[in-house]
């Protein structure tokens, strides 16, 4: 099984753009933002989009075009 580090850079390059809860639910991660920071590390360009819903703020992360 690949890890999810691996499982969220196939989906953000598919074009796929992922939330915390998105994460949660499709990869069992609870922790996207080092997921994220280590993609970043190893060269990727994503762009984050802050979301406000309901008074709560929250990311939302797609690789860049």
Known sequence: M???TDQIRTYLEQGGALTPLDAL?????FRLGARIYDL???GMKIETEMIMRDGKRFARYSKAK
């Open 2 to 4: 690949n890890s999810q």
């Open 25 to 29: 639910n499709l990869f069992g991660c």
């Open 40 to 42: 970043k590390r190893a």
